[in-house]
């Protein structure tokens, strides 16, 4: 059953069940309402007659005086209601009638004889022979306290009956045309208000036939649910295809960073063979032997480290993406740890660069604590150090420097490197992105690093930011909450937080968050 089908039936039976209890209200508070006045009407008739006779009564107390005496009904009364009256005695025999009533015998009139000899009043329904329904009323003559008879009131009532019944004929056809109009009507409102959704399932039914990602719903009404949801499904659309294109990207990245150590061991080896054969060969060639070894050795296992950092970075990226690698939460000193990273620093600038290359300082570092995987911050900082190292030539200064501000830990990691142009910087932090991919490979990058320590820094609920200018140098800034700001007993961070979406690492940069202190 369609959702189209289900709407209208529910608003269908809704608006069927509310007109059904209308109706019955009405026609019970009608029904109520008439027969009320009916028997109003017949209680006032007697009353009044019965007052008539008692006057008369009072002396001689014999109902055939009254007949004798020619008294009176009154008929212009009886006329207007078009009720009849006739006057019986205890013994049930009828000493008067109206004229209205005719030759017409009261139907079962003595069953009241009873109630009538107790002095109380009695009504009844009944029907004469040509099927008129009548009610009869019976008011006792009471005179001193004795009970002569009754005035029995007869009176129609075909017509409250013939209103009644044409009230709920008119109150079931207008229900039943009401719950038709109600269908239709349901119908095309449902029909309507589900068209987006028809348009979703013929979008989502395209884009699998054709793979095409680029199609989007046309979103007339933002504001409803169903335009909510196209606009959802919409977003859906950008972020798959995205996903679809950082795939894409990635398997070229990674066909390609594989391919040049490949190719370079693949022609290392073949000189490997060519010096094996020459040396079984009856003619030797000259020169030395041993140093172009030891230099084809040394190549093939630098690129062999260079493919193994680059699918370790994959693998971590990998499972920070899947949600798959979890963190170690502790606080962390991070003067301490800076400390460290920066005699690390001074170590890999002298081996890299040789010896008083490049100048490694440690600026101003305020004390500071933070709650976080003290492993991961540490390959953070190292990262930025390492493109640092490689991106500032000898004699340049590389500055690590540490401060406390508004709630917040900031690290700078500065260098006065080749810089990075402003068209490239709200890209470097895309994987495998590179502003010069010729020199990075020289210098034995994989374009993964700085999707690393982004991933870190967000993980950490913090961020990070780049200030550069081309020939200037480089400002890499983390910002990481200061952990008095969470209770020691406060559950640790969802370390899986910044890698839900795989996207992520490609979203929106920006030089200068807004949340962080000026």
Partial sequence: MTIRLRLTLWYTALLGATLILFSVLVYALLAANLWTQVRQNVVRQADDIVGLLTQQLLRTQQLIVIRDSGFGFPELDLFTSGAGAQVINADGTVYMRSENLGEMVVPNYRSALDQIRQSKSHIYYTKNPKNIPFLVYSKPLVVNDFVLGAVQIVQP?????????????????????????????????????????????????????????????????????????????????????????????????????????????????????????????????????????????????????????????????????????????????????????????????????????????LGHEDQALVWGDQERLRQLLLNLTDNAIKYTPEGGTITLSLTNEEGWVRISVRDTGIGIQADNQAQIFDRFYRTDKARSRELGGSGLGLSIVQWIAQAHKGRITVESATSKGSTFTLWLPESHNQSSNQSAPNPTWAATNPLQFNSAYSQSPADLPK
């Fill in 157 to 361: 009532i075909d017509s409250v009956e013939n209103t009644l019944n044409q009230v709920s004929r008119y109150l079931i056809l207008g229900t039943a045309l009401s719950l038709v109009l109600a269908a239709i009507i349901g119908a095309l409102i449902a029909h309507r208000a589900l068209a987006p959704i028809g348009a979703i399932t013929t979008t989502a039914g395209g884009i699998t036939r054709t793979r095409d990602l680029g199609q989007r719903l046309e979103i007339t009404d933002q504001a409803s649910e169903v335009g909510q949801l196209a606009a959802t499904f919409n977003d859906m659309l950008d972020r798959i295809q995205k996903l679809f294109d950082t795939q894409e990207r990635l398997i070229a990245d990674v066909s390609h960073e594989l391919r040049t150590p490949l190719t370079s061991m693949q022609g290392n080896i073949e000189l490997l063979q060519r010096m094996v054969a020459a040396e079984h060969s009856p003619v030797q060639a000259g020169g030395n032997k041993g140093a172009v070894l030891r230099e084809t050795l040394s190549e093939v296992e630098q690129e062999t480290n260079r493919m193994t950092k680059m699918i370790n970075d994959l693998l971590l990226l990998a499972q920070a993406d899947s949600g798959a690698l979890q963190l170690q939460w502790a606080p962390v000193e991070m003067d301490t740890l800076l400390l460290e990273v920066f005699r690390q620093t001074k170590r890999m600038a002298d081996l890299r660069k040789g010896p008083g290359a490049l100048d490694v300082r």
